[in-house]
Nanobody
Framework: VQLQASGGGLVQAGGSLRLSCAASGFTLANYAIGWFRQAPGKEREGVSCISSNDGPTYYADSVKGRFTISRDNAKNTVYLQMNSLKPEDTAVYYC?????????????????WGQGTQVTVSS
């Protein structure tokens, strides 16, 4: 059972990145998937989540209107499209899977975590 986050990089303010969270060993569609981020010296922050079985999504106020979470069940992957990036979005981004919570939440107990992917937004 593994989650693999990828897609981070260095981008200028106003630019876009798409993060991917690919699962192996289990069916991602049956899990709520959350995206979290942690900047240096700051606590981990819940960014967005998508419920299992194409249920509701959630976005933190700080990213609402700029980030979009989506699933591709055929690829067993969840995406986080990040547009209009700001320097304050700079962080290590993690994805996590939660089997039992519906609708998804950023405060629930997640079962599996992927390794992080670095996102750096320059001003």
């Amino acid at each position: 059972v593994q989650l693999q986050a990828s897609g981070g990089g260095l981008v200028q303010a106003g630019g876009s990145l798409r993060l991917s969270c690919a699962a192996s060993g289990f069916t991602l569609a049956n899990y709520a998937i959350g995206w979290f981020r942690q900047a240096p010296g700051k606590e981990r922050e819940g960014v967005s989540c998508i419920s299992s079985n194409d249920g509701p999504t959630y976005y933190a106020d700080s990213v609402k209107g700029r980030f979009t979470i989506s699933r591709d069940n055929a690829k067993n992957t969840v995406y986080l499209q990040m547009n209009s990036l700001k320097p304050e979005d700079t962080a290590v981004y993690y994805c996590a899977a939660d089997k039992s919570t519906w609708p998804c939440g950023i405060l629930s107990e997640y079962d599996f975590w992927g390794q992080g992917t670095q996102v750096t937004v320059s001003s």
